[in-house]
């Protein structure tokens, strides 16, 4: 079959990467210490660090790992910290010493950071102390030898890193006691390492970067096995896809998602410290007015999000009154972007809101749309450099253009694997290298991608396929509405009928109002049948909203 949609790329973007400059990640941060040494790197809370004192910082802390605590090459180490100066300090001496950085989520439970720990084989972990209380009830069941911990402010200076961990422990009550007997505080480890020279250590592409783990919300996690090649594939990609549009060194972007998500920690810290950027961290996504305040003390030129992340900006009262006139990329991900969402962001920012898309088994960018778009259309774009994408049916046929079926990828930065999971490896990685993402999708004549929705949240209504990303994507137009979510819930008549969730942006919305809206705009059978208002819906980490969590919770009350 010939596949167009393989060669189409915007202009300026070449067909395929070279990735033989770099034997790891390692030497891409070398590049950028070499070339923008003197640049801030990282920011956070009004603290910066050049690429010179992150080149200083993490030699110390490599020095520690392997200086101090003896770490053999492949050691995996746990890191567990919101957006702080102390991810990436962590994070690049672990990558440069030759070890594998296993990402934990701050929020895990007792019984996933257990899970997570146990099945990856981490031996050490850095924690911010808010969360220490959760590892002390599991340590012991887990190969954690070293704990080292770390407060909010360690790294923002005297006198104010002091007065904020004072205030974090005292005032806002935000660390629950906690007591890990040998527990290394970080900026003794720092000087720990200090006394020992960072030991040249042979990485290679094939070595593990990262164990990323995915799947939580849908079992038992797994781990993604990424080695520096698929990162460094997915960096290059990346950077070939905005070098037209940015300029190298002078660049700053802001970092909402948390780092140990795969989106942020690509996308924002590897990406962008290719490019020689300026990333300011933002500790909590959660506070709005909070990152709305931020954002009003920088000239910022990128920005990246989710579409929840987006929609919440855009509904702060303050954040229409902040300077665009730097802002060149909006990039969305991580979940579908509402054309209700991207017109909103048009109109107030004057700039276009981006969308691309991408998993963790795929390092994650998969897809993006040309950074040249006017307006929102309504796809995850074209495959990014050295990508191929498919649309196969259920037997692994390939579908034609304009055909639905699930959205197949081939590329470099295509996971080698889930970590002692050859079982669900087999699952999703075919003989012919491509993998099975899981979506539904449709190529059109251009080779624009667009997914039509999770092929385990679709609703099948009177034999007819109903997709929430649709439906969800009708309400949110509604004036009156602020988030939503639809789900498929059983129903006698039809087999399954659509339930909507909503929050309201107007107190005085009906369900009337909401069925009339959708009368207007779908055909009767994916009207919803059942409308609920809520004041919140579930939602990841990263703000995904959790359609999963609502279906549970109806199946609970049936």
């Known amino acids: 079959m010939d596949k167009i949609w393989l060669k189409s790329y915007p202009p300026g973007v070449p067909a395929d990467i070279d990735i033989s400059g770099f034997n790891s990640l390692g030497d891409v941060f070398a590049r950028s210490v070499r070339l923008y040494g003197s640049r801030t790197a990282y920011a956070c809370m009004d603290k910066g660090i050049t690429y010179d004192e992150l080149d200083r910082l993490t030699g110390q802390f490599a020095g520690f790992l392997q200086g101090e605590l ?27 010493a030759g070890y594998t950085v296993v990402n934990v989520n701050p929020l895990y439970t007792p019984r996933e950071l257990e899970h997570q720990l146990k099945d990856s084989g981490a031996t050490a972990i850095v924690i911010l102390e808010n969360f220490c209380t959760t590892l002390q009830q599991v340590l012991k069941d887990t190969p954690i030898k070293t ?12 006198p104010k890193g002091t007065i904020v961990n004072f205030v974090v422990k005292h005032v806002k009550k935000m660390v629950p006691a906690w007591s890990i007997p040998d527990a290394i505080d970080f900026r003794d480890a720092l000087t720990r390492g200090s006394r020992h020279a960072l030991k040249p250590v042979t990485v290679t592409l094939d070595d593990v970067a990262f164990l990323q783990y995915t799947g939580g919300t ?13 990162i460094v594939s997915n960096l290059s990609q990346a950077f070939e896809w ?30 962008f410290m290719r490019l020689g950027a300026t990333n300011v961290l933002i500790p909590n996504p959660r506070d709005i007015p909070g990152f709305v305040k931020e954002l009003g003390k920088y000239r910022f030129s990128i920005l990246t999000g989710v579409n929840t992340l987006f929609n919440a900006l855009l509904n702060d009262p303050n954040f229409g009154r902040l300077d665009f006139s730097a802002l060149k990329i909006t990039l969305g991900g991580g979940m579908a972007v509402q054309k209700a969402v991207a017109d909103r962001w048009a109109e107030v920012t004057g700039k276009p809101l981006i969308e691309a898309y991408g998993l963790t088994e795929t390092s994650p960018a998969a897809t993006m749309n040309p950074l040249n778009l006017k307006e929102y259309n309504g796809s995850i774009g074209l495959p990014v450099p050295g990508t191929d994408v498919t649309i196969r049916d259920d037997a692994g046929k390939d579908l034609g253009v304009g055909q639905a079926g699930e959205l197949c990828v081939r590329g470099p930065q295509v996971m080698k694997g889930y970590y002692n999971r050859p079982d669900e490896t087999a699952k999703v ?21 667009r997914i039509v929705d999770r092929k385990k949240d679709m609703i099948l209504v009177s034999g007819f396929n109903v997709y929430p990303n649709e439906i969800e994507a009708v309400v949110a137009m509604h004036p009156a509405v602020l988030e939503v979510a639809a789900i498929g819930v059983p129903y006698e008549k039809s087999g399954e009928a659509v339930k909507v969730f909503i929050v309201r942006k107007d107190p005085s919305l009906t369900a009337e109002a909401v069925l009339a809206h959708c009368r207007e705009n779908m055909t009767g059978y994916k009207v919803p049948r059942f409308v609920e208002f809520r004041e919140e819906l579930p939602k990841t980490n990263v703000g995904k909203i959790l359609r999963r969590a609502l279906r549970d919770e109806q199946k609970a009350a049936a």
């Open 218 to 230: 849908t079992g038992v996690a797994k781990g993604a096995i990424l080695t520096h090649r698929n």
């Open 147 to 158: 704990v080292v911990t770390t407060g909010l402010g360690d790294m923002l200076g005297f």
């Open 70 to 96: 003896g770490l053999p090459k492949g050691a995996r180490v746990a890191i567990m910290m919101p957006n702080v100066l102390q991810y990436p300090i962590a994070a690049f001496a672990v990558l440069r």
């Open 429 to 449: 990685l075919m003989p012919d290298g491509f993998l099975r993402t899981g979506d539904v999708a449709v190529i059109d004549e251009q080779g624009f991608v």
């Open 242 to 271: 905005v070098k037209p549009f940015v300029r190298e060194g002078e660049e700053t972007i802001f970092t909402a998602l948390p780092l140990y998500h795969i989106f942020a920690l690509t996308a924002n810290c590897l990406t």
